[in-house]
């Protein structure tokens, strides 16, 4: 999903004509984008209650499907605390359009709660040396949401909130829960259908707001795909989604993949927009 215009020429637009708004003007909208942005980060943040559940044990799992079952016993110990907020840092690479394009710099922090699901992406992508994007990419009080701004000031796309955006940003959430594997759990409101030995099917629903993903794990146990059919905001229509995890590394008791790529399916395969790594994470628990 875009935060962007289609074309890269259309953005030029924007910039362009970016020479037109006073210094002065720049910074009130940059300060209102910021206290926006503070905001939703406060919502989530507040709204936030513990995990109705006890510290997690194996038996917690046992009769979920075989794949998910030795996922947990792979990424969890016993007598681990459920999760009940995340805070984040990440850098990666963005970009705009298909195969060919351009990866352009980015970092971002976030901001997540596990009940309710919740969670803030606040993120400055490098468009050219001197031009960057600030994106808030967020689930909020039971509602997702996109805004993009130049500058940090000047909008250039907004999408929700609405029923698809909702369900699209849910889907978002339930594909980054691996950052804090126990809201994976059954505790934490997800449920799981088994497809065969090596894929699941996991559904989470906040109030009327449903998400579903396929997670297909190796034979270690560790989760190293999701696929999905997720709402697309630039050519308004669902769309296959695809999401790959990679390195693997103890965080709190917990193993966690640091490295992650989505990109949208297409028949001459998959086209990655978004890639990043984790720089540091931090858990609050009980």
Avoid: C, K
């Avoid at 999760?83 to 997540?112: C, E, K, M, N």
């Amino acid at each position: 999903m875009s935060p962007f215009p289609r074309s890269r020429s259309s953005l030029l637009g924007v910039v362009a004509g970016v020479g037109a708004i006073g210094a002065a003007t720049l910074a009130v909208r940059r300060r209102r984008v910021s206290e926006r942005i503070r905001d939703y980060t406060t919502n989530v943040q507040r709204n936030a209650v513990p995990v109705d559940a006890d510290l997690y044990e194996r038996s917690d799992v046992e009769d979920l499907p075989a794949p998910v079952r030795r996922y947990f016993e792979t990424v969890l110990r016993d007598g681990q605390p459920h999760v009940t907020q995340v805070r984040l840092t990440q850098t990666g690479q963005f970009r705009l359009g298909g195969a060919d394009a351009a990866w352009h710099p980015l970092t971002a922090s976030q901001i997540y709660s596990v009940s309710p699901p919740g969670y803030v992406w606040d993120a400055d992508i490098e468009l050219s040396p001197l031009v960057s994007a600030r994106v808030l990419d967020a689930y909020v009080d039971g509602e997702g949401l996109l805004r993009a701004n130049l500058l940090g000031a000047i909008p250039v796309a907004s999408a929700g909130p609405n029923r698809q955006m909702s369900e699209a940003e849910l889907q978002r959430y339930l594909s980054e829960t691996p950052w804090f594997p126990t809201a994976l759990l059954p505790a934490a409101g997800v449920s799981w259908e088994g497809i065969d030995d090596r894929t699941a099917r996991a559904s989470i629903a906040d109030g009327d707001v449903t998400a579903t993903g396929v997670f297909h794990f190796d034979e270690a146990g560790y989760l190293r795909r999701l696929t999905a059919d997720r709402y697309r905001q630039d050519v308004d229509a669902v769309a296959p989604w695809v999401g790959q995890y990679m390195g693997y590394e103890g965080r709190d008791g917990m193993e966690i993949p640091t490295a992650a790529e989505v990109g949208w399916e297409r028949a001459d395969g998959t086209v990655p927009y978004w890639r990043g790594q984790i720089t540091e994470i931090e858990y609050r628990t009980g």
